[in-house]
């Protein structure tokens, strides 16, 4: 028994008596075995159940709607959550009783209706005659060669909606492979819905909810070895939980859950409407408990105050064009209607042309730090280890450079097109210094601080 095993044991013995009972019973009258052979079915009111008895799998319909899916759940925590499912786009009549799981004569473990017909199948190429499918106590169902032991197909590579511990998304470029979690298209129907959520294909990759149309519904920002930096720490059960593995050879990028030493049972599940829950099974409460969760305010929808604006949850109303910025349409903004974003309010000095302007008042631009910040999207990173004033060159040297910012984790990182889904946090953040033309900043008039005691003046260049 390996550490993680003991571990899930004990959390199992925690569980009341009545259900320990309820438990014991069941497995009684169940011959439940954890494999599935070339010469068994598993049929509509069979299960298999993996060795540890942490998961079971089985058919089942969903709020006794009429269609029915092959999933998996754990075993003893009561509600039957179902953390997988195969068949989510194919799923069987409640009618058919002649349906089951079983190894096709191809070697694939493929679910077959009443008429004969294979509805869901793994699909691979099988070259040994000896496969099995065994159902793992991480959550794993694997087509293995028996004979070799080798893996041939795995679950944990054809996520749903739910994260297990062990489990990845992300993506490796060079091997096509791209994991992302897709939400169900309502409580009662897994087929896929609306939402993705996953790692964004860059360096540093960002974390971000996707609508099924690819538009980004939520950012987390980019990864610094560490954590997120778009997610403030501390903030309530913040997702430290996590882990990202970046390998920048191999052009790959992958998340899981960091809770091996963690006696609970931690997921993380992207539900019909969206929203991203981190949940903890509490076994005194008996019940799954949000540890976090996005989107959580308004802020978190991305893009919603549009480009060149800040949004901050604790002002009303939540968006604000930045420093030196103003409402594209101020008509809309008044309504509230803030996808238009603001523009610049003064030019910065490389975009006058020289002869427009008198030498005199031709002072170079100027950054303007804003602290506690989400950082915009769309960052060029510049792999530079020069220090901050490097970058700062970098930017004031690029006329299309709006600004940058030099975070711990990733150093010099730059902006050259539209600032777009900036957070002021009341904590944590980081320091964005955002570009604007001398007389924004320069003189005595800088003592209306547009919104926040946050923001500093930066020393001239
Ligand atoms: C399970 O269903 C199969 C086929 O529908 C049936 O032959 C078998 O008797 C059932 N087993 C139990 C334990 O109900
Ligand atoms: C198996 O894969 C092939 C090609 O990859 C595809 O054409 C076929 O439809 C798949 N069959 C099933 C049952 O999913
Ligand atoms: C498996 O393959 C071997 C060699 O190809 C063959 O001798 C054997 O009969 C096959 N077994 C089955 C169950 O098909
Ligand atoms: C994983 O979690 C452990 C303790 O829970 C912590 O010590 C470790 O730093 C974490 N690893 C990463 C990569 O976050
Ligand atoms: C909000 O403004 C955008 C353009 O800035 C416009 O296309 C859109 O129709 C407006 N929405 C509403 C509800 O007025
Ligand atoms: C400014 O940066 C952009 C983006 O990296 C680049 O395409 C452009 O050539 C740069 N311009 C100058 C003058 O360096
Ligand atoms: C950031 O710069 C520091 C030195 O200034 C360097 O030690 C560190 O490796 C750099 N980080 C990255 C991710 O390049």
Redesign the pocket.
């Known amino acids: 028994m390996n550490k993680k095993e003991k571990k899930m044991a004990w959390t199992r013995w925690e569980f009341p008596l009545f259900l320990m009972l309820g438990t014991m019973l069941l497995t009684q009258v169940s011959t439940a075995s954890d494999t599935l052979t070339q010469s068994q079915e598993l ?4 299960t298999l159940v993996s060795a540890g008895k942490i998961f079971e799998m089985g058919f089942f319909n969903p709020s006794r709607s009429s269609r029915i899916y092959l999933g998996m759940w754990y075993k003893n925590i009561p509600g039957q959550r179902i953390v997988w499912v195969a068949n989510r786009e194919n799923p069987l009549p409640a009618s058919d ?2 349906t089951f799981l079983k190894i096709g004569g191809d070697g694939n473990l493929r679910i077959v209706d009443g008429n004969q017909n294979t509805v869901w199948s793994t699909n691979v190429s099988v070259v040994s005659n000896k496969t099995i499918g065994v159902l793992t106590d991480k959550g794993e169902l694997i087509l293995k060669d028996s004979v070799s032991g080798t893996s041939l197909w795995n679950s944990f590579d054809y996520p749903c909606d739910i994260l297990l511990s062990g489990m990845n998304v992300g993506y490796n470029t060079r091997a096509g492979v791209k994991l992302v979690l897709s939400s169900w298209q309502a409580e009662d129907d897994p087929s896929p819905g609306k939402f993705i959520a996953g790692l964004s294909v860059e360096m540093p990759p960002q974390g971000f909810i996707w609508t099924n149309h690819l538009r980004p519904f939520y950012r987390g920002g980019p990864w610094v070895g560490g954590n997120f930096i778009g997610i403030p720490d501390g903030s309530e059960g913040s997702p430290n939980t996590v882990n990202v593995i970046v390998n920048k050879q191999q052009e790959s990028a992958f998340l899981r859950l960091n809770t091996s030493d963690d006696p609970y049972v931690t997921i993380v599940v992207l539900n019909p409407s969206g929203l991203l829950q981190m949940m903890v099974w509490d076994e005194e409460l008996n019940a799954w408990i949000d540890s976090w969760k996005v989107p959580e305010n308004p802020c978190d929808f991305y893009g919603i105050c549009g480009p060149y604006s800040v949004c901050d949850k604790n002002k009303s109303p939540v968006c604000d064009c930045l420093r030196g910025f103003v409402p594209k349409s101020t008509d809309e903004w008044i309504r509230r209607n803030w996808t238009g974003g603001c523009m610049r309010q003064t030019k910065l000095l490389c975009e006058i042309s020289t002869s427009d302007v008198a030498p005199k008042v031709s002072k170079n631009d100027k950054f303007l730090q804003l602290s506690n910040m989400k950082l915009p999207d769309h960052f060029i990173y510049l792999n530079d280890q020069n220090g901050a004033q490097n970058c700062e060159n970098w930017c004031l040297n690029n006329c299309s450079c709006t600004a940058y910012a030099y975070p711990d984790g990733i150093n010099c990182t730059v902006w050259t097109s539209e600032l777009m889904d900036v957070q002021h946090f009341p904590y944590d953040g980081v320091d964005l210094f955002l570009r604007l033309a001398y007389s924004e900043l320069g003189g005595k008039q800088i003592k209306e601080v547009n919104y926040s005691p946050d923001f500093k003046i930066v020393s001239p260049i």
Not at 43 to 46: D, F, H, I, T, Y
């Open positions: 049929s509509l009111n069979q009783s002649a």
